[in-house]
């Protein structure tokens, strides 16, 4: 069979035909292949990669680009009007991230296998438009410090096609974390804007220009108080130095850092200003210690400065005491008084005397009624009369009343006649029958008595009540009630028997008579005595309070020395569990008495000093728009620290450190212009400042409407401001001005005429007091103030009560006056002063002695300035040492302890009031973001006022979508300065009692 071919094809050649046949039907038997869903995941998946990365890139761009240009306030356009304006600049971030994002989804794409893949957002050119673009996308912090941004745009649409043929589409909504501080950048300087702008009650400007300014003024004060010729404590210059160095210690606060180049400039200030101060005469440099102390630069200048040692001046925190003083005077005054103490004194030695009987039947009784005459008789009246004798003594055992106690009894027996007349009628007849009976009583009488309810004196036993010798100034104690008031009961009725008779028949008469027991001779003097030292203890008595709530009337020094005496009453009125002796009561009493007189006293002036607080908050108001409870924050918010730079937040990239700059760098006062700054266009006023000192000189109504107020002499000066005006003329060298002379003689005789009428009181008071007659009186007291030979020194010595002391000497050793009656002539002079000197006719006018102040003030500085223009480097120390006219005017308010006329005061304030407006031309800060591959990378958050314009449609025109407001704010302070009580006071003098800057109040380029 092998060999057998016939029929037979060669596998070989079969093969060749097959493959062949199979390559000639394959295209036309196998049908086109269908995109598989790998292809397509495929593409997407790489679409949608591209768009991460394109956003990414979108995303920084955007932030930069807001950040440069932050939206803080809408446009009025078709964009702006898209924009939220509770967030404009996150919605214009979210609107340029999606145009930014749209514009790079344009370069992505994927291609596999024919199969493209492309990312679109839709164009937009409607107001509703932009707002589904801006919904679109959402934005937020990332990062544990918030250094990164997130950012989401939602619906992405990734269109799928094979050719033109769209094959499937796709919506993604990528995610995004960037490197980019934008939105911790703006919540910054929206922080340091709410700051800058926040009220005294919250942390930032108001609260650091106080902090800064407080040690101004108070050692400046201070200054002036001890002697410094100080005109202005608190200048705008202090203001302008404050405010930049508070606006520092904001950025600091807030960004970490501050403004490199402010600090240096706010160095630079310092010196200037510290020079000013020495040259406008300020001893004092408390205010360059402070702010230099954080940039340990000290100006060669200060050497010059002549400031006592750091600690020195008085601080609003120290402790200070109040004393009672003169209202424990004022108060012995009333008591002491001969009528008033007699009085209290008669009252301790009166007692309450009645007569008490009791009665009973021993023997007989009444009669029964007559009897009847006969039938028809009716009867008409009947009479009845007791008459008793009495027919012997007996043993008295009286009934004596609860909280009575017997000062005699007796007892006797009296018959009494009982008789009853009967009248009866019968027809016309009338006719009487009588019956009579005698009863036989035993009656009891008792003198009783009990002490006077007047007195102020514990109602206590005492121990030798009735004791002849019991007393410590002899005198009878109350021995000589019991007779007193037995011929005021006993006698005066017909005595013991016709006592005893009326007694019987119930006819007896008790009523309650008072009688005083006769005095010691030495109880008066012993008394006073006695009071005296009481007086001096009390008026020792203090509180301690803290000086500047006293000056912001946060403290009550009255109602606190009120209620500290009432917890020192028992002690003081050392009332013992039993009297000694009447006069010990008569002591206590009058104690009472005094310390009832003082609290009243000390309540009256509690109520007048929240009076005074109610209207030194209405000065306040009506003056600077402020408040007392503004003024109370800032002295808490004078305690504010000054920041310490903090740690700069670390993103995954590291540490994203901030640099301020700001254009002027140092906001001033005055105008600058481009030329000096070149962030400005033109010329504008960075800072502007009102500065109200409000009790001031001139002398104006303020501290008239407080102290004076009800009084009817809002008009008129106190005596004591009044001389010390005088004072400061007459040591004005320049006598040769006419205007000064002029004034300073018409002021002279105002205070020349106060003095008359003051000494001339004082003269009757000791003509009242003493056995000198007028005309001797009138010597005595010229004779005694004769020390102060000058018009102004005699006025000061009437008003600060030297003078009242002086002539109570003078008298007494001319007199022969004892020690007793020398110290009540002092109460009655100083008491006769301080009426005198709340007259009309003892306080000058106001315009009066404002001419002159104003006279003084104006030839001083002019003095001061030629002094100093002819003066080298090396004099001007011993130059601002000189005695100039300002030096001596008082200012302030003085506050009084008991508010009573004339009192001295305790304490003398003033307050600052500062409202201070800026706007910074530029505000800038920068955040480094540096990453890996860009370590320098930065951003900048810029506000400068320019219009914020992008172009948002493709239309190569930028729209509006709104500006980047400047950065502006406003802060107050209020000052409170308190200096002890003399003359000098402590406020401007130098006639400004309101300082305003130029360009006040707007603040910034004009017309904005």
Known sequence: MRDDTRGRVPFSLLGVLLLVSSLTLAPTLVPDPAPTETTVERVVDRTAAATQTAMRGGVATAGRRAASNPVLTTANTSVGRALNESQPFRDALRLRIYLRVRDRLAQVSATSDSVTATATLPSVETTAEYREAIERVTVASAGPNGTRLRATVENVTVTVRRDARVVTRRHVSPTVVVESPVLLLHQQVQRYDRRVNNGLAKPGLSQRLTARLYPIAWARGGAQFGGAPIDNVVANRHVSLATNGALLGVQRSTFGRSDPDGRRTLTDATAVVGIEDVVGGSRDTEFAQSLLAETSYHPPEQSISTAPPPGSHPQPNESMRVAVNGTADDAFRAVAAPDALDATLADAYTVQTRLVANGYRIGGGRPSRPTRPGENWTLLTERRTSDATVVDDATARPDVPRDWHELDSFGRVVAVEHTRVAV?????????????????????????????????????????????????????????????????????????????????????????????????????????????????????????????????????????????????????????????????????????????????????????????????????????????ADLRRSLTARETRIPRSRPAPVSPAGPVTTRVDTGPQYLT??????????????????????????????????????????????????????????????????????????????????????????????????????????????????????????????????????????????????????????????????????????????????????????????ISRAQTRQLLADAGREQTERLVEKRLGTKTLPAGLPILPSFVPGAYWAITMNVWWVTVEGEYARFAVTANRGTPATPSASTTYVRDGDPVRLDVDGDGTREGLGTSDRLSFRAEAGIVVVVPPRLRGVGDKDGVAVETSAGWPDAGAPGE
């Open 424 to 628: 009866w009628e019968n027809g016309s007849d009338e006719t009487t029958t009588e019956s009579a009976r005698t009863e036989r009583r035993r009656v009891s009488v008792a003198l009783v008595g009990r002490h006077e309810d007047d007195t102020p004196a514990p109602d206590r036993r005492i121990r030798t009540a009735h004791e002849q010798d019991g007393s410590p100034v002899d005198g009878p104690n109350l021995a000589d009630i019991e007779p007193r008031a037995e011929r005021e009961l006993l006698d005066r009725a017909g005595g013991r028997d016709a006592v005893a008779e009326r007694a019987a028949v119930g006819r007896l008469r008790t009523n309650t008579i008072h009688v005083t027991g006769e005095h010691p001779n030495e109880l008066r003097t012993w008394v006073y005595r006695d009071l005296r030292d009481l007086r001096e203890e009390v008026r020792e008595t203090n509180v301690t309070v803290e000086r500047g709530a006293v000056g912001s009337f946060d403290a009550n020094p009255a109602g606190q020395l009120r209620d500290r005496l009432a917890e020192r009453r028992a002690t003081l009125v050392d009332a013992p569990t039993r009297y000694d002796s009447t006069a010990q009561k008569a002591r206590v009493a009058a104690r009472i008495a005094y310390l009832d007189a003082v609290t009243d006293r000390l309540a009256a002036g509690e109520r007048h000093h929240a009076g005074a607080s109610e209207r030194v908050g209405r000065v306040l108001a009506n003056r600077t728009g402020g408040s007392l």
């Open 669 to 858: 006062l005055g105008r600058v212009n481009e030329s000096a700054h070149p962030s400005l266009e033109g010329s504008e006023t960075p800072l502007v400042a009102r500065n109200v000192n409000l009790f001031t000189v001139p002398y104006d109504n303020a501290a008239a409407a407080v102290t004076d107020e009800g009084t009817g002499q809002v008009d008129r000066v106190r005596l004591l401001t009044a001389a010390a005006t005088l004072r400061a003329a007459n040591v004005t060298r320049n006598t040769s001005n006419e205007t000064l002379a002029r004034q300073r003689t018409t002021l002279r005789r105002r205070v020349e005429r106060a003095n008359a009428y003051v000494l001339e009181q004082m003269a009757t008071t000791v003509h009242e007091e003493t056995s000198a007659g007028p005309q001797r009186s009138r010597e005595i007291v010229e004779t005694a103030t004769a020390r102060w030979n000058g018009t102004g020194v005699r006025g000061r010595a009437l008003a600060n009560g030297s003078a009242a002391e002086r002539v109570a000497r003078v008298t007494a050793e001319r007199r022969g006056l004892s020690l007793v009656e020398r110290d009540w002539l002092w109460i009655r002079l100083d008491g006769a002063t301080e009426d005198a000197l709340s007259r009309p006719i003892a306080r000058p006018r106001t315009p009066v002695v404002n001419q002159t102040a104003t006279a003084v003030r104006r």
